[in-house]
């Protein structure tokens, strides 16, 4: 079964860190571009950040740059985002998901996605 889990997802206070993890199963994780996505409820799905296959290439949300970092350890299959200097406005469903070709903070381009897992920032 081909599927993406997230985790590392919790209830933080404002300033405080995150770090999630996106672990691959069924797949190689080296052949794909990540990206990771957040939702807050009675939003869209917005882009946060990606990493391309090797990691040459990483693009980051304006609202995140400078505050999350995300990384990819293909020898354990997992992709991680770093997330320092939490906010309020952080708090939403964050999914992790795979495209066949380029990082891009596109919804479009991704077409495996993980389950989420939530992260709740308080003031």
């Known amino acids: 079964q081909l599927q993406l889990v997230e985790s590392g997802g919790g209830l933080v206070q404002s300033g405080g860190s995150l770090r999630l993890s996106c672990a691959a199963s069924?797949?190689?994780?080296?052949?794909?571009?990540i990206g990771w996505f957040r939702q807050a409820p009675g939003k869209e799905r917005e882009g946060v950040s990606c990493?391309?296959?090797?990691?040459?290439?990483?693009n980051y949300a304006d609202s995140v740059k400078g505050r999350f970092t995300i990384s990819r350890d293909n020898a354990k299959n997992t992709v991680y985002l770093q997330m320092n200097s939490l906010k309020p406005e952080d708090t939403a469903i964050y999914y992790c998901?795979?495209?066949?070709?380029?990082?891009?903070?596109?919804?479009?381009?991704?077409?495996?996605w993980g389950q989420g897992t939530q992260v709740t920032v308080s003031s």
């Open positions: 998901a795979s495209a066949p070709r380029r990082c891009v903070l596109s919804v479009a381009e991704y077409d495996k």
């Open positions: 069924g797949f190689t994780l080296d052949y794909y571009a």
């Open positions: 990493i391309s296959r090797r990691g040459g290439t990483i």
